[in-house]
Nanobody, 111 residues
């Protein structure tokens, strides 16, 4: 059974940084586009970032210049480096590969 397992969430002050990781037990990691999606309290799902199998990345406007998505194909792991965090970044962050989703990791930005 394919599993995506996120880690790295937590409580951070505004302006702080976190790095999320997503470990993938599947067999198609290196050839797949991968992404991060978040859900803020009381709101719907919001796409955050995608990285394709060539390493090309795209971001929602609200995180451009602050978040960086990356991948390590040797480790089957996806990352999201989040800097200059804001209260509005508070959400559960999910990694996804196609129709497969992780369980999510909570990120709370608060003083």
């Amino acid at each position: 059974q394919v599993q995506l397992v996120e880690s790295g969430g937590g409580l951070v002050q505004p302006g702080g940084s976190l790095r999320l990781s997503c470990a993938d037990s599947g067999f198609t990691f290196s050839s797949s586009s991968l992404g991060w999606v978040r859900q803020a309290p009381g709101k719907g799902l919001e796409w955050v970032s995608t990285i394709d199998n060539s390493g090309s990345a795209s971001y929602v406007d609200s995180v451009k210049g602050r978040f960086t998505i990356s991948r390590d194909n040797a480790k089957n792991t996806l990352y999201l480096q989040m800097n200059s965090l804001k209260a509005e970044d508070t959400a559960v962050y999910y990694c996804k590969r196609g129709a497969d989703w992780g369980q999510g990791t909570q990120v709370t930005v608060s003083s």
